[in-house]
């Protein structure tokens, strides 16, 4: 019999993103093993906002001794954020939680309405997705992104905040289309 584990992620990723990143590493661990199986997953929004709180993927695990395990493991490889954590009612009936996660995060949102025209029409925010990743190469990714009606978020995790922070730094002050972005720290639980 199958026991239901849900995990939470602390992490701000559309649900492509989240399949991509977290589902399909989930089941790429399991290397032809039945230990658990993806059945679906979802988000959270933010009440004023409608962007991502958090998301959530539901599993359905056959084996609690070996599932469990490589559950864990394989999320905190494939970038789980701190605050993240795979809840279950273990076999005896038990409600269990996992903490997991060693990531941390940040938000960059770019100005999408109160730069020059020219601004917008020359950049291209693939531009700043793909220097994101290659100034953060080996301790963060840029992992998902949000487009409200007013500005665009990139979400970064990675190692450590402060590292992140200063190799972004010149590339955010230098492109146009950073001009006026913010920079905010995510949180490390979820509320």
């Not at 693939?126 to 500005?151: A, Y």
């Amino acid at each position: 019999m199958a026991i239901a584990a849900t995990v939470t992620l602390n992490a701000r990723l559309q649900p492509v993103d989240r399949g991509e990143r977290y589902e399909d590493s989930l089941t790429a661990a399991l290397n032809g093993c039945a230990y658990y199986e993806v059945v679906g997953g979802g988000s959270m929004l933010l009440p004023k906002s409608n962007e991502i709180a958090y998301c959530c993927i539901d599993l359905d695990v056959h084996s609690e001794h070996h599932g469990i395990p490589l559950i864990t493991q394989t999320l905190n490889e494939a970038g789980a954020p701190k605050g993240s954590y795979l809840s279950y009612t273990d076999s005896k009936g038990k409600s269990c939680t996992r903490m997991l996660g060693r990531m941390v995060g940040l938000a960059i949102y770019l100005n999408g309405t109160s730069l020059p025209k020219a601004v917008y029409s020359r950049c291209d925010v693939n531009v700043v997705i793909s220097t994101i990743d290659e100034l953060l190469e080996g301790f963060g990714s840029c992992q998902s992104s949000w487009h409200g009606p007013t500005e665009t978020g990139l979400y970064i995790y990675g190692s450590s905040l402060s590292r992140m922070k200063k190799a972004l730094r010149g590339f955010l002050a230098d492109y146009p289309l950073c001009s006026r972005c913010r920079v905010v720290d995510l949180p490390t639980e979820i509320k």
